[in-house]
């Protein structure tokens, strides 16, 4: 059973915008922390945003003030709005969660990504 799962992923041309959705299953809550990261072949996987329990964020460098994290934890769902896109953002796109389950504590979860090709 999948228990996190990204989509929204495409290709799209520069400046253009996309938002990339997460969605949490079963058990599994996007409540406490909740993160977007991304990886190039070749690359090492880097964080792009993350929202924490008390709703502060953190973002990477170059994705300030063109993405946004976000969340609603009725609706067990992560987003990442993407906008003013660019080449450089080209990836594979990974949901991470960390819930707490019952019986077992705090685990983290991961997506199987998905993909945003930016061409200028």
């Known amino acids: 059973q999948v228990q996190v799962a990204e989509s929204g992923g495409a290709s799209v041309r520069a400046g253009q915008s996309l938002r990339l959705s997460c969605v949490v299953s079963?058990?599994?809550?996007?409540?406490?922390?909740a993160a977007w990261y991304r990886q190039v072949p070749g690359k090492e996987r880097e964080l792009v945003a993350r929202?924490?329990?008390?709703?502060?964020?953190k973002y990477l460098d170059s994705a300030q003030g063109r993405f946004t994290i976000s969340r609603d934890n009725g609706k067990k769902m992560v987003y990442l709005q993407m906008t003013s896109l660019k080449p450089e953002d080209t990836a594979v796109y990974y949901c991470?969660?960390?819930?707490?389950?019952?019986?077992?504590?705090?685990?983290?979860?991961w997506g199987h990504g998905t993909q945003v090709a930016v061409s200028s």
């Open positions: 991470w969660v960390k819930s707490w389950v019952t019986l077992r504590g705090w685990r983290e979860y």
């Open positions: 079963g058990d599994l809550s996007p409540t406490n922390a």
């Open positions: 929202i924490d329990g008390d709703d502060t964020t």
